[in-house]
């Protein structure tokens, strides 16, 4: 009959209160909240706390390492700030030897060619001293037989030849003289 009597009153109150269940549901909450406050919650604070340090350590690490590459980078723009310099310098004094260099070259040219225009001018007055000497003699030789011929005397003798010779081409020079100073 008793069974009845629980059962009954389990049915009569379907949310009624059983002071037996509520103080087991107590204790064992008590039991599961001691439990959990004593080793599970140390365990998560100490999870967050390493993970907050490593974050930590991380982003300090990271701006370390952000501060070690923007001084690189200065430092390779510094680098290629000298090297851009260094580059213009050369190629300045690159130019300036090219522009030394054909500055030479046109001295050397300009003396080469000077040399080549008197030795041209030296074989050309030799030639034409050869060539009046030459003359000389053959106009003397022509002169010298004309001359015999029209005076009908031989001419033949050497000193005589020679003053005829040089007093017909004096005579000759001063006609062509005053012929060409005339022209003038």
Do not use: C, Y
Not at 66 to 74: G, H, S, Y
Not at 84 to 95: G, K, L, N, Q, V
Not at 140 to 147: E, F, I, R, V, Y
């Amino acid at each position: 009959m008793t069974d009845h009597i629980v059962v009954a009153a389990a049915v009569e109150n379907p949310l009624g209160f059983v002071p037996v269940e509520f103080a087991l549901s107590l204790v064992t909450f008590g039991i599961l909240f001691f439990l959990i406050w004593k080793f599970v919650a140390p365990r998560f604070e100490q999870t967050f706390a390493e993970r907050t340090q490593a974050i930590e350590g991380g982003i300090a690490a990271a701006e370390s390492k952000q501060a070690e590459a923007d001084a690189k980078l200065a430092e390779l723009e510094k680098q290629l700030g000298d090297a851009r310099h260094e580059a213009a310098r050369i190629r300045e004094e690159a130019r300036e030897q090219g522009a030394r260099i054909v500055a030479e070259m046109r001295e050397t040219a300009q003396a080469e060619s000077s040399r080549i225009v008197e030795h041209g001018k030296a074989q050309i007055e030799a030639e034409r001293q050869q060539a009046i000497t030459s003359l000389r003699a053959e106009v003397g030789a022509l002169a010298t037989g004309l001359a015999g011929r029209i005076v009908g005397e031989s001419l033949e003798d050497e000193a005589r030849q020679s003053r005829v010779v040089e007093r017909f081409l004096t005579d000759l020079e001063a006609q062509n003289g005053t012929t060409t100073g005339s022209v003038n």
